[in-house]
């Protein structure tokens, strides 16, 4: 069945340091690709998403390319902040068809940035 | 519109006693999902529902698990005769059709099974 598997953290950087958090998935065809956000006490946010091969999503000077060939969707940050500090969840929903509702989740890398 | 509410926040149970979850979706979401997330694991697909139909049950939701969605609304979530194993963190997302993964999670209900 479909998988996400994505770095283990926990991740400690200092402020305006570089972030890359690892994720590849397993799933066939062309999944959609999503990174997900949870701040402390609050509900998972989408963070940013791509759907096809290629796509380089983006937000809040996050970013992450849809890579086919490496199954792979990497989320990076060139300058992280305080204020990003949380747990972010690599996901994917399955392509088309009548579970593209339904998402598998990665299992979570915690993000703490010191000041 | 004040997004995805459930409620309790957090509920504390024997092992053996019955508990229910509510979930508020955004209201013009008609696609209402639960998953359950435990310490250290990312949330896991437990149930969906189009409407007032449930559509798909996951393999995670025992015979003691139920959940409803009378008039399309809000959604109820059971557990019935708890299990320390049932203790994690309930999370309820909508919606809109045709939008299947534009999700809105809810903060999530806690269960601490004691």
């Known amino acids: 069945g479909d998988s996400v598997t994505q770095m283990e953290g926990p991740v400690t950087l200092s402020e305006e340091a570089f972030l890359t958090i690892n994720c590849t998935y397993t799933?066939?065809?062309?999944?959609?690709l999503f990174w997900y956000v949870q701040y402390p006490g609050e509900g998972l946010q989408l963070l940013l998403k791509?759907?096809?091969?290629?796509d380089k999503g983006s937000n809040k000077g996050f970013e992450a390319t849809y890579r086919k060939e490496t199954t792979s969707f990497h989320l990076e940050k060139g300058s992280v902040q305080v204020s990003d500090s949380a747990v972010y969840f690599c996901?994917?929903?399955?392509?088309?068809?009548?579970?593209?509702?339904?998402?598998?989740f990665g299992k979570g890398t915690l993000l703490t940035v010191n000041p | 519109d004040t997004g995805v509410s459930q409620d309790p926040r957090h509920k504390i149970t024997k092992r053996g006693q019955n508990v229910t979850f509510r979930c508020d979706p955004i209201s013009e979401h008609n696609r209402l999902y639960w998953y359950r997330q435990t310490l250290g694991q990312g949330p896991e697909f437990l149930t969906y529902?189009?409407?007032?139909?449930?559509?798909?049950k996951s393999r995670l939701l025992s015979d003691r698990f139920s959940a409803e969605r009378p008039k399309g609304s809000f959604s109820t979530l059971e557990i019935q005769r708890t299990e320390q194993g049932d203790s994690a963190m309930y999370l309820c997302?909508?919606?809109?059709?045709?939008?299947?993964?534009?999700?809105?999670f809810g903060s999530g209900t806690r269960l601490t099974v004691v």
């Open positions: 791509a759907t096809k091969a290629d």
């Open positions: 996901a994917l929903s399955p392509e088309g068809g009548g579970s593209n509702y339904k998402l598998t």
């Open positions: 799933a066939t065809g062309y999944p959609s």
């Open positions: 997302a909508s919606s809109p059709m045709g939008q299947s993964t534009s999700y809105t």
């Open positions: 529902f189009q409407n007032e139909a449930q559509l798909e």
